[in-house]
């Protein structure tokens, strides 16, 4: 019979992916066929799965760990914000709907069935499911209605380990105050709890540590330092990972957008000793030293349009352009490049038509088909062949498609000005391929590091697992699971 564990935490953010993604390398490397789970994730960064579907990028790097294929099953719930108030709702990989916060909560009984159909499918195909919470058991407020922690893990028999994070303070009471709130059904299926991103000494937190298991009951499976390697793995839903400052390189330039989608997109620029990488919030200017300006992708290209014209980036992208800069676009990028960007049927929101960038000469009608595919392609300015996948809706046409970016399958990809410094593509994941990164970079006359991307993030992987198998009790973890 296959076995289930489930990691919740007590808040966002306290490192739950990463904890799960050592996990399953701890567990692959004993022998066991693993697969990682979130019943329901929220997260612009999604990742094309063999099923032709969508899910969350942190379970695709926990997938990764695990030496799985990415399957739907392993995300069946993951919720695309468009705005502040209203989300995407793609359910085992399939957009359902657009809908609201509220109108959410009255889908949710609806939904809780798919993602015990999708958990009992992974656990018939593999000997364990290591399973990742969402935000904290914590929010009662939310429990009636719960898919995401307690409301899976009870009806599911699953064992849960709470995480906490030392690193934002206050772990005692976020460990003891989640107890205290839970109901007594869910507190039970609490079986101990663990420490996650100390720096320093962990010894110094010995009496803290006996403190939380006197007064819980529960008991402690470690404490784990902060891991300094994790900014070297793709992330979901953080811009903010410690990731070298250079002062010195090729200048990429990629703007934050409100709803930036697949940021991940850049993480193997970030590591190129010979490129300084800014990711430009709100309320920054573009710099004037910047070599290469990216537009990433967005979950609302009409909604980032404005958001980016707000910040007076438009202003900044043109004397960029004036200065003689480039310009690349992904995706929600390339479609914001063009002339106009219509969503007649009002898929991501109002209906209607915006003025594009005007940067390259296409124009972009959004479509209700999204295409979710993995490609091999070619640049046409360089002919390096590369991997990529393509994950979006619309269609963009017009005279600058006559110079292709790419070419994928024999037909031209993208679209590229007249003088060559504008550019925008479909193609996410290109700069993960060393060979286009290399040959991208050297046209900026920047020669690519000999390393791997690929490669190091496996050596990353397993220093994680090694991590978590120093400083957690793994095997008592790993024994939890029924």
Not at 83 to 105: E, P
Not at 132 to 139: L, R, T, V
Not at 207 to 213: P, S, T
Not at 445 to 466: C, F, P
Request: glycine fraction near 12%.
């Amino acid at each position: 019979m296959s076995r289930a564990l489930m990691i919740q935490g007590t808040g966002s953010n306290v490192g739950k992916s990463m904890l799960v993604a050592g996990l399953c390398r701890a567990a692959r490397r004993r022998g066991l066929s693993v697969a990682p789970f979130k019943p329901q994730n929220m997260s612009n960064n999604a990742a094309v799965t063999v099923d032709g579907g969508e899910i969350g990028r942190a379970q695709a790097l926990q997938a990764l760990a695990a030496g799985v294929a990415l399957h739907t099953d392993m995300n069946p719930v993951l919720l695309k914000p468009e705005t502040d108030t209203g989300a995407q709702v793609i359910v085992q990989g399939k957009r359902l709907t657009a809908t609201s916060a509220a109108g959410y909560y009255n889908l949710k009984p609806v939904l809780i069935t798919r993602v015990m159909e999708s958990f009992e499918r992974l656990k018939a195909r593999y000997d364990l499911v290591i399973v990742e919470g969402a935000g904290s058991p914590a929010e009662i407020n939310l429990r009636a209605r719960d898919i995401a922690n307690m409301g899976f893990a009870v009806p599911a028999k699953v064992p849960v380990v709470l995480a906490g994070d030392i690193d934002r303070g206050g772990v005692i009471a976020q460990i003891v105050g989640t107890q205290a709130v839970l109901a007594p059904e869910d507190a039970a299926q609490v079986k101990g709890f663990l420490i996650n991103k100390f720096r320093g000494d962990p010894r110094l937190f010995d009496d803290g540590y006996a403190a939380i298991e006197a007064r819980t009951g529960w008991r402690g499976f470690g404490v784990a330092p902060w891991f300094r390697d994790a900014w070297k793995l793709p992330a979901e839903d953080a811009l903010d990972v410690d990731a070298p400052k250079r002062e010195t390189g090729l200048h990429v330039v990629c703007l934050a957008l409100s709803r930036i989608a697949n940021f991940d997109d850049l993480d193997p620029l970030a590591q190129e000793p010979g490129v300084r990488l800014t990711m430009l919030g709100p309320g920054r200017a573009i710099p004037g030293d910047a070599d290469v300006v990216i537009l990433p992708g967005t979950k609302s290209t009409r909604g980032d349009l404005g958001f980016l014209r707000a910040m007076g980036w438009d202003v900044d992208l043109a004397a960029h352009v004036r200065r003689g800069g480039h310009v690349l676009g992904i995706c929600g990028g390339y479609q914001m490049l063009g002339a106009s960007v219509s969503d007649p049927e009002g898929i991501e929101g109002a209906a209607g038509t915006d003025a594009g960038l005007g940067l390259l000469q296409v124009d972009t009608v959004m479509t209700p088909d999204k295409r979710l595919t993995e490609v091999r392609a070619e640049h046409a300015a360089t002919g390096a062949a590369f991997s990529g996948y393509e994950i979006h809706i619309g269609r963009s046409d017009g005279a600058d498609r006559a110079r292709p970016f790419a070419f994928v399958g024999g037909e031209p990809e993208g679209a590229v000005s007249a003088d060559g410094r504008i550019a925008g593509s479909y193609l996410h994941g290109m700069f993960r391929d060393d060979a286009f990164r290399a040959a991208w970079l050297a046209g900026f006359g920047v020669t690519a590091a000999q390393v791997s991307y690929d490669a190091g993030v496996e050596t990353v992987l397993d220093g994680l697992a090694d991590h978590l198998e120093t400083h957690l009790d793994v095997p008592g973890l790993l024994a939890l699971a029924e």
